[in-house]
């Protein structure tokens, strides 16, 4: 105000975080905000604050208790300005501020906006007869088809949308569906499951089926399963940290520019996997150097957190990751083939994608068994209705999920294991049996070193048993100039047979 008359007015809802504090706090509060908005006006002269909060008055001369005194007089300190209190019955002019005024000859009007490719689906019904013979049934009595239902000129089936017979109109969808960003040129059973939330149509899973192998990107991307000799350098990032949640499934995709060390690793662990999920419970990675340096040892030591290795020559210990690795390499490769410098741009979408697709163990996706919902896609929802549930319905119903989620992995680790085990042979053995080591010969010159690797024996041994990690892995005695991690799965040992006599080398002479 200057000379009794307001100049200016500044309004600020309370945030959920400030909604809580006391009257006390929320002057104090006021005078932050005020003082910080008009301080290139406040800083020349002398200048006085209202409040109608007495205690205020007494700021310079109490004890700074509390953080909100200790913030407003250092905010203040060296500002020529006078709190002066005001009682509430006097201050009208603040309150006619803060109030709305309303008119009782205003006019309300709601406006809504709709997608224009809803048009194009109405179209679709003209030249459609099942659906010209649906309309007519529906209008007349909106029971009279089962799971159909027609409102606001739509036809829904079990309340997705319903598409006419009209080609292009389903190969727009389609294209968006699959060959989109957020499509991912995701697989049949993929794209399928994802356009099901949404659409319907008379023969969706062969059109399906026909347009995702027809793709010209996906048969020259897919099939290529050679591994790359690596990534270009994109934004100062030539390669990827992948973390996965072995029970969501939830994937993140971390750029990370080579060389980097045990210290900036743990930095990104710590900005982008810690502050969304916290410290887990175990971490299983592959033997590199940097997750087996003294740094991360000891920092999950700390922590609490079980450091789990797999086992050497055995990438089956962690085949998730391995899995993952794959599905964001053909992702990046759809998109980028034809200027690689730029797939640093492509992986959060990359990450999006492959949360969003349903995962074979989980039986949905990650980002639903994660989060407990879907995400939005094209503007619209996967339920027509909006339910506000209770925090009960919602925690019984988050732990239904969680409880579906476990049998959902119980079967498929089942059902993997089955599978792998046809190719398997039962085979055990005891702490102190002698085992030959198979070994690529020509990696292991600290193990044995041998004239030729190419024509080198392929195990190694006989070594000792000295120790039986878990049910499938097993500790060597390995020789002091080894190099190697002395823990090895089954399927890299062989039992070694030893004589029972000793063998006489030469005849005698008699």
Partial sequence: MQKGHPIAFLSKALGPKNSGLSTYEKE????????????????????????????????????LHTPWQQRVFTKLLGLRYSIIY?????????????RQWISTASCAAISTSSPQWLTQVVDSYSQDARAQDLMAKLSVDPTAV??????????????????GADSTLQNKILSAFHQSAIGGHSGVPVTYKRLKQLFAWQGMKKAVHEFVTSCTICQQ???????????PRSGGFNCIMVVIDSFTKYGHFLPLGHPF??????????????????????????????????????????????????????????GQTERANQTMETFLRCFVNACPNKWSQWVSLAEYWYNNSPHSAVGRSPFEALYGYFPRHFGISVDTAIIVPDLATWLRERHLLTDLVQQHLARAKHRMKLQADKYRSERTFQVGESV?????????????????????????????????????????QLPASSALHPVFHVSQLKKAVIASTDVIPSLPNE
């Fill in 261 to 318: 060390t045990a210290a900036s690793v743990a930095k990104l662990f710590h900005d982008h996997i810690y502050k969304l999920h916290g410290m887990p419970s175990h971490l299983i990675s592959d033997r590199d150097r940097i997750f087996t340096s003294h740094l991360w040892k000891e920092f999950f030591r700390l922590a609490g957190v079980q450091l789990c290795m797999s086992s050497a020559y055995h990438p089956q210990s962690d």
């Fill in 221 to 231: 991307a897919k099939p290529d399963r050679s591994k790359l000799p690596g990534l």
């Fill in 436 to 476: 030959y080591l198979k070994l690529q010969p020509y990696v292991q010159s600290s193990l044995a070193d041998r004239s030729n690797q190419k024509l080198a024996f392929k195990f190694f041994g006989p070594l000792k048993i000295i120790e039986c990690v878990g049910l499938v892995a097993y500790k060597l």
């Fill in 86 to 98: 005001k009682k509430g019955s006097e201050n009208r002019v603040a309150d006619a501020l803060s």
């Fill in 28 to 63: 104090y509060l006021a005078i932050l905000t005020a003082v910080d908005h008009w301080c290139h006006y406040l800083q020349t002269g002398q200048f006085y604050i209202y409040t109608d909060q007495k205690s205020l008055v007494e700021l310079c001369e109490q004890r």
């Fill in 146 to 163: 089962p799971h159909f239902t027609f409102k606001d000129g739509l036809l829904r089936y079990k309340q997705r949308i319903w598409l």
